[in-house]
Nanobody, 126 residues
Framework: QVQLVESGGGSVQAGGSLRLSCSVF????????MGWFRQAPGKEREGVAV????????YYADSVKGRFTISQDNAKNTVYLQMNSLKPEDTAMYYC???????????????????WGQGTQVTVSS
């Protein structure tokens, strides 16, 4: 079975940085794309960043452009999210997601992914 395990969440003051990691287990072949999503209490889950495994192409939500960077280490089956200049509005549960096979959905759409991690909490205080 496919398992995604996130780590790196925590509490940080506004302006600080965190790096999230997501490791994928259970498949011997690569994903089509990997994404980071977040969900705050009372809010819908939203796409933050996506990276396409074969090309390394990335896309970001407007709210995090210039502050967050998604990257991958395919040899380790791991994806990272470097978060800089964190704001209180970034506070949320962050989820890693994987897509195996093609999809009609965009890389930042929840429905475009078929495997999800359990999430890691990020809290940014003012």
């Amino acid at each position: 079975q496919v398992q995604l395990v996130e780590s790196g969440g925590g509490s940080v003051q506004a302006g600080g940085s965190l790096r999230l990691s997501c490791s994928v287990f259970g498949y011997t072949y690569s994903t089509n794309n990997m994404g980071w999503f977040r969900q705050a209490p009372g809010k819908e889950r939203e796409g933050v960043a996506v990276i396409y495994t074969d090309t390394g192409r990335t896309y970001y939500a407007d709210s995090v452009k210039g502050r967050f960077t998604i990257s991958q280490d395919n040899a380790k089956n791991t994806v990272y999210l470097q978060m800089n200049s964190l704001k209180p509005e970034d506070t949320a549960m962050y989820y890693c997601a994987a897509r195996y096979g093609g999809s009609w959905y965009g890389g930042l759409e929840v429905k475009g992914y078929n495997y999800w991690g359990q999430g890691t909490q990020v809290t940014v205080s003012s």
